[in-house]
Structures are given as structure tokens and as C-alpha cells.
């Protein structure tokens, strides 16, 4: 049995008021500003002490610092109804990775967790480095998952987390011995209404490349089987209403479909051809839509080589047709090993490896429309916020979390939260009076609508800075020199509202 490790942060909330950074610089101490040149400097002091650091519709709700609390992670979340989140790490902890649970706190930030360290047992026979290997729930609140190396034979687990009064135990389910039943399992797992699990292999099964696995519970026991050998990539799989099983390869998307007798029937729907503009490497994991169209991303191919956006429809006689959504350039984000996630609105959402301002990645929206799907940049990762986003983001109660492998504080990973729906804001500036006589107090007053949250800044451009309260920020002086001095307001924005900025307004001094 493995006891928890809590580590508190105050970082974020998704209660509107907290997320993200939040500066609270000091007003500008009073002095007499004798030219415009000064002024102009003060300028760009202001902006760069209250600009945050990352764009303001994504927030850090945790920082990996490694030890004791994980370091890596590269797996998709998992939400439950309260709104924890619980994911793994590929290293920390005591070294070879955890599971650890996010869960909101009453400070407004977030409280990790380590449910389990990996390598806890001699030899690593309970697991290690669970690898974009994110974790299952079953209806009795158990916890299910895959490690990459470690177990009897060294090739892997799946393995079983229980909850308990005194923490969380670990229960080794299968160990993976190389061939012919697969080896280095990864991406996790999927539960089917019978409580069987499935998943794959990157290396092993009867080619020694990868393996689809059923594991099935019996009196107390789980049975593995190879149910498809498959050129593995870091890829899971996903299943639709019927019980079919969609998984990619290198080169194909595939469907295996229940035969009836306890089988299954492996069939290749779509493949892509080496370098292609048509998109080449489907890492990340399939989604499918209502109507069973398959929707992925490829990490290479394009027109740019650097991976599109896919669909595939079924059509007539039973062939599968590929769609292209939309084309990374590389520089707009490119390189996705992240699969997608839908809203409500039918819109998708995924990560980017490379590209957008920081050369660190995007996280980006594909916006469904009569005419096909719109792209666009939600935020750019700069190490930071995150650095490298492996895994599917997750949509839960409006907004996108996700993680990533370096970046944050420490350098170490984090976890983030995104709002692809944050409110547009309208800055407006007014001051009083206006014109004035040299040492006159002077009242600048910022108007931000809709209004967000008290506490937060306004800089007053050229002059100083004052807090939000009721959708109204004043800031007062009589250091301005004679003459006209010219002053806007801008908002910075949080997770949920936008940032704007005034028009310029001119301030006379007599």
C-alpha cells in the first residue's frame, strides 16, 4: 500500500476569481515626470511588470517539481463527478512515475495528490514509467491503468488502484512477458460494459511491433489475449456505441468488430501513404462522433510536413473517405502527438508539440461551421505555462484541461486549464478634471464591461496602475508635468474574460 503525499498551490481557480497569475505590483510612487522621454520609459517599465506571462484564456493549476509530487506527465486526465482530476506522471516520485489526484481547495487553487509511486516494490515488480497512460474508473470508483516497464518480467503492467481508508492500493493485474502476448504497454485503457479491458502494446505480440490486448476477468483472475498485432504507435484506442474497437497504426486506421463467438474481426479502413500530403504517423488517439465518423491528427505529412487534422466518413460500398480539416504549417502550431476532444457545440479542440509564438506549441480550436471547420490559436505554450503536450486534452464543465510534459515552474510538467469561451471585454478611460493646473490631483478612472473579477489590474499606461473593484479601477496623481500627457487603460484579461485596451486620451496640464 502506497500513502499519499499532498502538496498544496494557490495558483488557480476555475471560481472565475483566481486563475491564472495574477500581479499585484505596488502603485507607481509619486515623482515629478519633467519630459515625455521619461514618460515613455515608465511606459514600458509599467507593461512589463503587469503583462502576465502567458496568454490569459489558459492557467497553470499545478507545477511537477518532481519529488515527492511526480515529474513528465504525458497522459490524458480523467475528471470525476466532484471535478478532481487524476492523471500520471512518466518520472518522479521515487523516481519511475505516480498517479496523483488534482482536487480544488478551499483557497481557491488546487491540492495534488500522489496516489501511487511507482518502483515502490523490489525489482519495480508493481510498474514503472507509465507512458501517455492515463487512468480508467470502473462503477466501484476503482482506478485502472498500464505502465510501460517494470512487473514480473520487466515488459509492463496493467495494473489496479483501490481506494482505502488508509490510501490507495496497487494490484498487479497482468505482466506483460514480450512475446507473443505483447510488451511495454501504453496510453492506458478502455472498460467495456463488461468490465473487460483493452489496450496496446508498443512492442511485442507475434511481429514483436505492438499488440491490441483483451485482458478479462475471471473468478478473481485476468486473462490477456492478442486480439490484433498492429506496427504500434504511441496510439489507444477508442470504442463506439457498438462495442467496435478503432486504434491507428503507423500507416492505418483500423476497426476491430466483435464476431459473435468471443473474436474479433480486424479490418483496415484507411491508410496512409509514407509522406503524404494526406497526412503520415497517427499518434494521437481516434474520437468519434455520433455518427461514427473517426476524427485524429497525424504528426507528420501536410503540406508542410507538419501534420494536419483529420476525418474519415463512411461512404458508399463501404469505403472510407479521409477529409482534411486543416494543415499545420509549423509555425501556427505544428507536429500534434495529442488526439482531439469535442464540445457540445460540436467544435474540437487539441494540442500542438511545436510551433506558435514561443516555438513551444499551441493549444487550438477547430470551430464547426456550415462550410467546414475554422482554425484558430487559443494560446501558445512558452515553458512557463507548459512546454510539450503529449495527450488529449479533456472538456469538463466548460473548460479544456490538459498537461504538459516540460515547462511550468520547475521545468518538471504541469497542468492547465483552458477556456475556449472566455467574455470580451470593453475598456473605457475618463479623467478629472481635465484640463488641470500643474499639482492638481488628477482622477483617472477605467471602466472594464463586462466587469471581472475585483483585485484585478488596470494599467494606466504612461502613469501607473490600480486594482478592479466593481468593473472600475481610479488611479490618482499630481506629478504630471506641463502639457499634454497622453494615457489609455488596459486590461490584461484572466481565464475567463479577455484582455482590451482604451483609445488614447489626452490629459492637459496648465
Known amino acids: 500500500m502506497q500513502s499519499a503525499v499532498t502538496n498544496s498551490v494557490t495558483k488557480g481557480s476555475l471560481n472565475i476569481s483566481a486563475v491564472g497569475p495574477r500581479i499585484r505590483s505596488a502603485r507607481v510612487a509619486a515623482a515629478v515626470i519633467r519630459s515625455t522621454m521619461t514618460l515613455a520609459v515608465l511606459s514600458v517599465l509599467l507593461l512589463s511588470a503587469t503583462h502576465p506571462a502567458k496568454a490569459q484564456t489558459e492557467a497553470v493549476l499545478y507545477n511537477f517539481t518532481g519529488n515527492p509530487d511526480g515529474a513528465n506527465p ?40 500522489v496516489l501511487y509511486n511507482f518502483c515502490s516494490e ?33 515488459y509492463g503492467v496493467v495494473y489496479k ?29 478502455i472498460m467495456d460494459a463488461a468490465g473487460n479491458l483493452y489496450g496496446t502494446t508498443y512492442a511485442g505480440g507475434s511481429g514483436g511491433n505492438g499488440s491490441v490486448f483483451e485482458l478479462t476477468p475471471s473468478g478473481g483472475n485476468w486473462t490477456e489475449e492478442v486480439i490484433y498485432n498492429i506496427s504500434s504507435t504511441y496510439s489507444g484506442l477508442a470504442m463506439d456505441a457498438h462495442g467496435n474497437i478503432v486504434g491507428t497504426t503507423y500507416r492505418t486506421v483500423f476497426k476491430l468488430k466483435p464476431n459473435g463467438s468471443g473474436g474479433w474481426n480486424p479490418n483496415v479502413i484507411f491508410t496512409f501513404a509514407n509522406g503524404a500530403k494526406k497526412g503520415t504517423d497517427p499518434n494521437g488517439t ?33 469505403k472510407w473517405t479521409e477529409q482534411i480539416l486543416h494543415t499545420f504549417d509549423g509555425i501556427y502550431g505544428g507536429k500534434p502527438l495529442a488526439g482531439l476532444v469535442f464540445d457540445s457545440a460540436g467544435n474540437l479542440y487539441g494540442t500542438t508539440t511545436q510551433g506558435g509564438r514561443f516555438s513551444d506549441g499551441v493549444i487550438y480550436e477547430m470551430v464547426a461551421g456550415s462550410s467546414g471547420y475554422t482554425f484558430r490559436t487559443l494560446n501558445a505554450f512558452m515553458g512557463e505555462n507548459g512546454n510539450g503536450s503529449y495527450a488529449s486534452m479533456i472538456m469538463a464543465g466548460g473548460y479544456l484541461y490538459g498537461t504538459t510534459y516540460q515547462g511550468g515552474s520547475s521545468g518538471n510538467g504541469a497542468v492547465f486549464a483552458a477556456n475556449a469561451k472566455a467574455t470580451v471585454t470593453t475598456t473605457t478611460i475618463t479623467s478629472s478634471p481635465n484640463p488641470s493646473n500643474y499639482g492638481d490631483l488628477v482622477t483617472f478612472t477605467a471602466t472594464v464591461t463586462p466587469a471581472p473579477p475585483d483585485g484585478e489590474l488596470i494599467t494606466f499606461e504612461m502613469i501607473g496602475q490600480a486594482p478592479l473593484s466593481g468593473g472600475k479601477a481610479v488611479f490618482q496623481t499630481s506629478t504630471l508635468p506641463v502639457g499634454k500627457t497622453r494615457v489609455r487603460a488596459i486590461y490584461f484579461g484572466d481565464l475567463n474574460f479577455l484582455p482590451s485596451r482604451s483609445a488614447w486620451m489626452t490629459q492637459v496640464i496648465k
Open 122 to 154: 523490489s525489482n519495480c515488480g508493481d510498474g514503472a514509467n507509465p507512458t501517455y497512460a492515463y487512468v480508467t474508473f470502473d462503477s466501484q470508483g476503482n482506478l485502472y491503468g498500464t505502465a510501460y516497464a517494470g512487473g514480473a518480467n520487466g
Open 161 to 189: 488502484l483501490t481506494p482505502g481508508q488508509s490510501g490507495w492500493t496497487e494490484t498487479v493485474l497482468y505482466s506483460f512477458a514480450n512475446s507473443p502476448d505483447g510488451a511495454n504497454p501504453v496510453n492506458g485503457l
Open 286 to 318: 481516434p474520437v468519434l462522433d455520433s455518427a461514427g465518423n473517426i476524427y485524429g491528427t497525424t504528426y507528420a505529412g501536410g503540406a508542410d510536413n507538419a501534420g494536419l487534422v483529420y476525418k474519415l466518413s463512411l461512404g458508399t460500398g463501404g
Open 74 to 113: 504525458e497522459s490524458r486526465l480523467t475528471a470525476d463527478s466532484a471535478g478532481n482530476l487524476y492523471g500520471t506522471t512518466y518520472s518522479g516520485g521515487l523516481g519511475s512515475g505516480t498517479v496523483f489526484e488534482l482536487s480544488p481547495n478551499s483557497s481557491g487553487g488546487w491540492t495534488e495528490t
